[in-house]
């Protein structure tokens, strides 16, 4: 019994990821950092300008930020001088201190 030669038999289609980047990205060079934050206050987008400060601060994810709540970062009206805030992949805390321009937004 002879076998059909499956492999004449191809659906074309385009691939997903065909003429994009993939794979490691390079890290964000400070020049980038310092214009978006710049950028942010400018806007005076304060939420994001505050996440992003955080972020730096701290080395958390965007992720593990937005899960914080306000009660992780205030106690009776007053905002918190360290935070401390859980990684999502190692599963450990990491502390960080809120910076007195993050604080004044």
Not at 15 to 24: A, F, P, T, W, Y
Not at 33 to 38: D, H, I, Q, Y
Not at 78 to 92: A, C, N, P, T, Y
């Amino acid at each position: 019994m002879e076998t059909p030669n499956l492999s004449a038999i191809r659906a074309l289609h385009r691939s997903g990821n065909k003429g994009r980047i993939v794979g490691q990205k390079r890290p964000v060079k400070p020049k980038h950092v310092w214009s978006t934050r710049v950028r942010l206050e400018l806007v005076k987008n304060h939420r994001n300008f505050a996440l992003l400060n955080m972020a730096i601060d701290s080395k958390l994810c965007g992720c593990e930020l937005v899960k914080m709540k306000v009660a992780d970062v205030m106690v009776s009206g007053q905002i918190k001088e360290r935070v401390s805030g859980l990684r999502s992949k190692i599963q450990k805390p990491v502390r960080c201190e809120i910076d007195a321009i993050t604080k004044s937004l």
